[in-house]
Nanobody, 118 residues
Framework: QVQLVESGGGLVQAGGSLRLSCTAS?????????MGWYRQAPGKQRELVAD???????DYADSVKGRFTISRDYAAQTIYLEMNGLTPEDTAVYYC???????????WGQGTQVTVSA
């Protein structure tokens, strides 16, 4: 199973920006997995924020389109989530996910808290 380590969460004021990072433990993970960011707010279900496939195909939740950008660095085995124009509704624990395109196995990171104050 792929180990994923997230970083970059924190407290920011509304309108601010944060960049989340997720580094995979195994080489070639980004080339064989669809990588994504999910989030879970208190009392709510975990939801997809954005994901990216090896062919650079990306998908975004409607609520973050135009504000968030997912990207990756193969050499660093890392994906990023650039978040701009943050609102209190973006407050959640953000999780990195890796889903194998070979066997569909899913791995999750430990999560990183993002808190946006009004």
């Amino acid at each position: 199973q792929v180990q994923l380590v997230e970083s970059g969460g924190g407290l920011v004021q509304a309108g601010g920006s944060l960049r989340l990072s997720c580094t995979a433990s195994e080489r070639a993970t980004l080339g064989t997995h669809r990588m994504g960011w999910y989030r879970q707010a208190p009392g709510k279900q975990r939801e997809l924020v954005a994901d990216i496939a090896p062919g650079d195909n990306t998908d975004y939740a409607d609520s973050v389109k135009g504000r968030f950008t997912i990207s990756r660095d193969y050499a660093a085995q890392t994906i990023y989530l650039e978040m701009n124009g943050l609102t209190p509704e973006d407050t959640a624990v953000y999780y990195c996910q890796a889903r194998s395109l070979i066997n569909l196995r899913t791995s999750w990171g430990q999560g990183t808290q993002v808190t946006v104050s009004a």
